[in-house]
């Protein structure tokens, strides 16, 4: 059968206004990367996260905000990061390159997000860093895991790719903790044509590195020159933090992208609102079917970047449901991340032990249903009565 509804690589359609927005900044960017939309992006972003300004830094894409996060963390040998095993593999290896032994949490089964008691579970002497990721769009309970973390020294980094506008207890996602990352990519809620992402640096001493850090270790001259071109057209200096030396990247998000997300910002609430509605729709219509488990959150701690359900029926009848989903009904469902100790570039590493069995269980049992924005009512509608149809059939 043909696809009618595939997973697709693309979140959403623009506006005519987003359209137009891109168009001016094609057309009148003074310079088409760090220039005026850039600073607008930061400030707009910093303003809607209620973080303060100069605190948050457009990027190329998630993973370059995860690359210096982790290069901000400043490991030494034998030094461990809690990581859930449950997540994409970004999460994870910019924190190994830079040095960190991944230590794997288990996740809850229910919202599918690792908890304070399962990170402290792995918390040990070497523990320098803990990564939370609010996966599917569903905020992590970040108060007790700040505190944990605060408690015990460790540096707490937020991964908050899928969960722009996500909310705990009335705070943004992505402000609780010493850094976030956030992406902007294709298959986001807020996509910056494609790629894009935004860190986010708690500390002013540690956010004052990352210009530099972000753009060649460009910095100012310490003294005035005479000629505007001597001793060069600019500077460059190792970034320090705290006395050590970092090696600089080049990370920088263009103008256009920063133009449209700025301009995003003012549509990524209701996105998140119309998705979480119609996901309560897609779960509540369900309720007779309760081998379909869903994580159904009525509130704004969930932006339902994706739709996931566990078969309670086991591996054996996702695989039949997946099937009969695509062959009878042309709908493309996925199962997402594997957690990462059972990938071979993670056991090739040595990162091959976990011990995390509701992880394993939940993927192992997932189905993801497509859930772009763009989805038609009638799509949704066709999806739902698709999933009801196979489910009898499956029973
Ligand atoms: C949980 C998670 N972390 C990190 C990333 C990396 O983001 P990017 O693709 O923008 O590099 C992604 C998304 O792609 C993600 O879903």
């Known amino acids: 059968m043909d696809i009618k509804i595939n997973f697709s690589g693309r979140s959403l359609r623009y506006t005519e206004e987003e359209i137009d927005v891109v168009v001016e900044a094609m057309r009148n ?27 948050c830094f457009a990027v190329t894409n998630g993973c370059a905000a995860l690359e210096m996060s982790a290069q901000l963390c400043r490991f030494k ?63 992590a309970d970040m108060p007790e895991i700040t505190r944990l973390c605060k ?40 996509t910056t044509l494609g790629e894009g992402g935004m860190l986010y640096v708690k500390d002013k001493a540690a956010a004052a590195v990352i210009p530099a850090l972000r753009h060649n270790g460009h910095c100012d001259y310490a003294f ?11 500077n460059v200096a190792v970034p320090r933090f705290e006395g050590e030396k970092l090696m600089p990247n080049n990370f920088c998000l263009g103008e256009v992208e920063c133009a449209l997300g700025a301009k995003m910002l003012d549509r990524i609430d209701s996105i998140n609102d119309e998705k979480r509605a119609r996901a309560l729709h897609f779960i509540d219509s ?59 570039f993670y056991r090739e590493l040595g990162f091959g032990e976990a011990d995390c069995p509701n992880a394993d269980a939940f993927f192992d049992s997932m189905i993801s249903f497509p859930f772009q924005h763009w989805l038609s009512e009638a799509d949704l509608d066709y999806m739902l009565q698709a999933t009801r149809d196979v489910m009898t059939t499956l029973r």
């Open 29 to 55: 960017a003074e310079t088409l990367t760090q220039g005026r939309y850039r600073d607008e992006f930061e400030r707009k972003f910093a303003s809607y996260q209620e973080v303060p300004p100069g605190t």
């Open 77 to 139: 040998p034998g030094d461990e990061i809690v990581i859930p095993s449950h997540t994409f593999t970004a999460s994870c290896y910019p924190y190994i390159k830079k040095g960190a032994r991944p230590v794997w949490a288990d996740i809850d089964p229910h919202t599918r997000v690792a908890t304070a008691e399962s990170i402290e579970k792995r918390i040990t002497p070497h523990t320098r860093a803990v990564v939370v990721v609010h996966l599917y769009g569903y905020a």
């Open 151 to 190: 408690e015990r020294g460790i540096i707490l980094i937020e991964d908050a790719a899928q969960a722009i506008g996500a909310e705990v207890g009335g705070r943004k996602a992505g402000s609780f903790g010493d850094m976030s990352i956030f992406s902007f990519h294709s298959h986001k809620n807020l």
């Open 224 to 234: 005035a020159r005479q000629d505007y071109w001597k001793p060069a057209m600019g």
């Open 286 to 344: 369900l309720r007779g079917f309760p081998e379909l488990e869903f994580h159904r959150v009525a509130d704004r701690r969930h932006n339902y970047h994706l739709l996931a359900a566990r078969m309670t029926a086991g591996p054996r009848k996702r695989d039949a449901f997946m099937r009969a989903m695509l062959a009878d009904k042309g709908i493309k469902c996925v199962v997402q991340y594997i957690p990462l100790d059972r990938y071979d």
